[in-house]
Nanobody, 124 residues
Framework: QVQLVESGGGLVQAGGSLRLSCAAS????????MGWFRQAPGKEREFIAT????????DYADSVKGRFTISRDNAKNTVALQMNSLKPEDTAVYYC?????????????????WGQGTQVTVSS
């Protein structure tokens, strides 16, 4: 059974940084793309960032491009999201997700494994 466990969320002031980490177990981690999504209260879950199986290709939502960086370490079965220049509108529950594909994708329906989520709160 695949398990994804996020960590690193918390409370930070606007302009600050946080680093989220996701530990994966239960399948061949390095064979699949990974992604991060977020969901704010009263809003739908939205795509944030994705990385392909090898880490050679990434893609980001326009709202976080230039501020967030996704990376992965296949030897450690982890994927990270470095978040800089945080804004109050980045406040949400952040989810790590494992894709059924090898390539980058922002489509939630191409992800078949999800973590429980970690709360990120950015104060103004």
């Amino acid at each position: 059974q695949v398990q994804l466990v996020e960590s690193g969320g918390g409370l930070v002031q606007a302009g600050g940084s946080l680093r989220l980490s996701c530990a994966a177990s239960g399948r061949t981690f390095g064979s699949y793309a990974m992604g991060w999504f977020r969901q704010a209260p009263g809003k739908e879950r939205e795509f944030i960032a994705t990385i392909n199986w090898s880490g050679s290709s990434t893609d980001y939502a326009d709202s976080v491009k230039g501020r967030f960086t996704i990376s992965r370490d296949n030897a450690k079965n982890t994927v990270a999201l470095q978040m800089n220049s945080l804004k109050p509108e980045d406040t949400a529950v952040y989810y790590c997700a494992g894709s059924r594909t090898t390539h980058v994708t922002g489509r939630a329906d191409e992800y078949n494994h999800w973590g429980q989520g970690t709360q990120v709160t950015v104060s103004s």
